[in-house]
């Protein structure tokens, strides 16, 4: 199975201030993303990576970078978090870069933002 | 806007009973997942489809893809107690490969 870890697991933070969340896969997959999930909502991609430095934007990109300087690690940052983006973060990888087989998901980031 | 609509929303029934749980586009994908999510955790995929008409069974669990590739249906025999958890649909469309398209999921609770 394809190992992936996200840190932190839970996180409180004040409103105007920056926001890092790691996802680091052991193994070489060359697609990773990065989600959201909301109530009602479902899962809403944010950004995604489909190797190293080549990334691009989701639905819901506004307020968010990322970064990918490593094929196991894919950073999401939020500039200067607000309320709206309290949310629980998931990261996932596609394990298979010969055709499409769904996700692996990380055990999520829950984000509070007060 | 939901490009995939889960319905119900929400499910509870008695073990032994039977559930369907239907996911519904107007778009086309290349495959359909569905995943199962408790709470604290990411989801785990359950099955892929791919061919229109599809059926594929996983123990209890079966799963259809429509013949258009639009929509699809889970459908659990005799539910049982760990069948509990929320169920979600994701599409891949055909022009974005791999970035899939998630329903706002189903709630099922299942009792003994």
């Known amino acids: 199975d394809a190992g992936i870890t996200q840190s932190p697991r839970h996180k409180v933070t004040e409103t105007g201030t920056p926001v890092t969340l790691r996802c680091h896969q052991t193994?070489?997959?060359?697609?990773m993303y990065w989600y959201r999930q909301d109530p009602g909502h479902g899962l809403r991609l944010i950004h995604y990576?489909?190797?190293?430095?080549?990334?691009d934007k989701g639905e819901v990109s506004d307020g968010y970078s990322v970064s990918r300087s490593k094929t196991e690690d894919f950073l999401l940052t939020l500039e200067s978090a607000t309320s709206s983006q309290t949310s629980v973060y998931f990261c996932?990888?596609?394990?298979?870069?010969?055709?499409?087989?769904?996700?692996?998901f990380g055990s999520g980031t829950r984000l509070t933002v007060v | 806007t939901q490009l995939l609509e889960q319905s119900p929303q929400f499910l509870s029934i008695q073990e032994g009973e039977n559930l369907t749980v239907y996911c519904n586009s107007s778009?086309?994908?290349?495959?359909l997942q569905w995943y199962r999510q408790e709470p604290g955790e990411g989801p785990v995929l359950l099955v892929t489809?791919?061919?229109?008409?599809e059926v594929k069974k996983l123990k209890r669990l079966t799963f259809q893809f429509g013949d258009a590739r639009k929509d699809s249906s889970l459908h659990i025999t005799a539910a049982q107690p760990g069948d509990t958890g929320l169920y979600l649909c994701?599409?891949?469309?055909?022009?974005?490969?791999?970035?899939?398209?998630f329903g706002a999921g189903t709630q099922v609770v299942v009792t003994p």
């Open positions: 996932a990888i596609s394990t298979s870069d010969r055709g499409f087989d769904g996700y692996t």
């Open positions: 193994e070489n997959h060359r697609y």
């Open positions: 990576s489909y190797g190293v430095k080549d990334t």
């Open positions: 778009s086309v994908f290349s495959s």
């Open positions: 489809v791919v061919t229109g008409g």
């Open positions: 994701a599409g891949d469309p055909t022009d974005s490969w791999g970035k899939l398209q």
